[in-house]
């Protein structure tokens, strides 16, 4: 027989009688189960979540967004993946929105909330826990009792339906058919207050024991020399703040360079507590002045859309927040009565690598080692801008050298004559040809005389087969 399984959420089972039967774990262990597992699943492209990991984000799957409810990813630098960061990118990706949702550093975000943990559990937090802990035991006896008195009341209202219904005559079909459903939605009453019992009682907070209670002062004790140990790794303290945290909720307020969070605790309690931000780095109400002459500095030579990638690079975002394009920054341009960059650079502002390149006769990757060693002669506005290269004539004599009419190099001078390049260099060096010494950059290399008369081998033989 071939059996189908479907996965279907607990919330859509048409029936379900916990502890009807035996089992190999109990109801509780199974919903925890199942709890874990959804926990621990790989989050979808963009969302935070999953299993605790060897990242240094302490609080990766924990923290969700205040303002969409999403659970927030967790993004590390390239450089050391040390320095960390928490962001809500969902809504940017999905929706298209402009700019994220919320993001903030994880340092200091980390500190404020393991900070909260240990304190929670020192021994005077643990007593703070336990008296806690009796309050909810009171709250929950307090809930049951009223819900007690609602199950005598609809059993009540059931018993009196019956008796209505019994009592009816059976001649009257449609007043006991009335009486029949209003008896029938009664005992539905009585069902779902059982039920409604029964949770309340699978839910009941167990109450702590004086041993437990001292076992819990003296762990308390140890907890925070176990989180400083250097045997502890960052998977094992995600794991300790688990078992404590439910939830972590962040709210991020940039219109006034604040933030808060609220700590959501196993057993529903809740801690909300400030967290410093990094102030922004733009005015709202304006361009920074800086921007505006960086921008000045840069239009010289550059057009928009470079400098919106130099911009970009080196962090600048708009005064509301969003990254610089072309669009973006001609209005700063425009603001700041700046003019645009000349479509032919001013004399004596130097070339771009590419032009440089080409009067040079190399590659691209050729100028931009030679900038790295310092051969050429260059410049930056700023960090990340482009360079631009003086081709002074001193320049162009030491990288372009002057060779006399009839010498080339030793490659075309094998290739025009038809022999190996070692036949050349011998016939040089036996005083049968000519050659001059030249510098090209740091190079230094041979230019062989060919007189134009000259065939080579190959070219003869070619000639004779015709």
């Not at 089972?13 to 089992?23: A, C, D, S, T």
């Not at 019992?197 to 907890?223: F, V």
Request: glycine share 8%.
């Amino acid at each position: 027989m071939k059996i189908t399984r479907i996965d279907t959420p607990i919330e859509q089972w048409r029936v379900l009688i916990p502890e009807h039967h035996p089992g190999y774990v109990t109801w509780e262990q199974y919903l925890a189960t199942q709890q874990r597992l959804a926990a621990n699943a790989r989050p979808t492209a963009g969302e935070g979540g999953g299993a605790a990991r060897e990242g240094s984000a302490l609080l990766q799957g924990l923290v969700r967004c205040g303002k969409c409810g999403r659970r927030m990813m967790v993004k590390y630098s390239r450089a050391n993946g040390r320095v960390h960061m928490y962001a809500c990118e969902r809504t940017y990706q999905m929706h298209g929105t402009g700019r994220v949702c919320q993001r903030i550093g994880g340092l200091r975000f980390d500190k404020t909330v393991i900070d909260a943990f240990l304190e929670a559990v020192t021994p005077a937090g643990v007593d703070a826990t336990a008296a806690a802990v009796d309050q909810l035991e009171a709250e929950h006896a307090e809930r049951r009792k009223l819900q007690l008195l609602a199950v005598e009341r609809v059993e009540y209202e059931a018993e009196r339906r019956r008796r209505q219904f019994d009592v009816c005559e059976p001649e009257n079909r449609l007043v006991a058919r009335s009486l029949e459903r209003a008896y029938e939605d009664a005992l539905g009453d009585v069902e779902r207050q059982r039920l409604a019992l029964a949770e309340l009682d699978r839910h009941r907070p167990a109450p702590l024991t004086e041993p437990e209670r001292l076992a819990l002062r003296r762990l308390a004790g140890e907890l925070p020399r176990v989180w400083t140990a250097v045997s502890t790794t960052d998977r094992d303290r995600k794991e300790l703040l688990r078992a404590l945290l439910d939830d972590v909720v962040l709210t991020i307020d940039r219109d006034r360079d604040r933030a808060s969070v609220e700590l959501i605790w196993q057993g529903g309690a809740r801690t909300e507590l400030p967290v410093r931000v990094k102030h922004s780095t733009v005015k709202r109400n304006g361009t920074r002045p800086e921007l505006v002459e960086l921008v000045r500095k840069l239009a010289v030579h550059s057009p928009d859309r470079e400098i919106a990638i130099v911009l970009s690079k080196q962090g600048w975002v708009s005064p509301t927040g969003l990254p610089f394009n072309e669009r973006r920054v001609r209005a700063v341009r425009e603001r700041g009565n700046i003019p645009p960059a000349p479509k032919t650079p001013p004399p004596g502002t130097g070339v771009s690598i590419n032009e440089a390149a080409r009067r040079l006769g190399v590659s691209t990757p050729t100028i931009r080692r030679w900038l790295q060693e310092g051969l050429l002669p260059a410049e930056q506005t700023t960090e990340h801008a482009p360079w631009r290269i003086r081709l002074t004539d001193e320049v162009m004599k030491r990288f372009v050298p002057t060779v006399p009419d009839g010498y080339v190099k030793l490659d075309d001078a094998a290739r025009q004559l038809g022999v190996a390049k070692q036949t050349v260099l011998n016939q040089v060096k036996a005083g049968r040809r000519n050659a001059v010494m030249v510098v090209e950059g740091k190079r230094r290399g041979l230019r062989i005389e060919i007189h134009p008369d000259e065939q080579g081998l190959l070219e003869l033989a070619a000639s004779g087969d015709g």
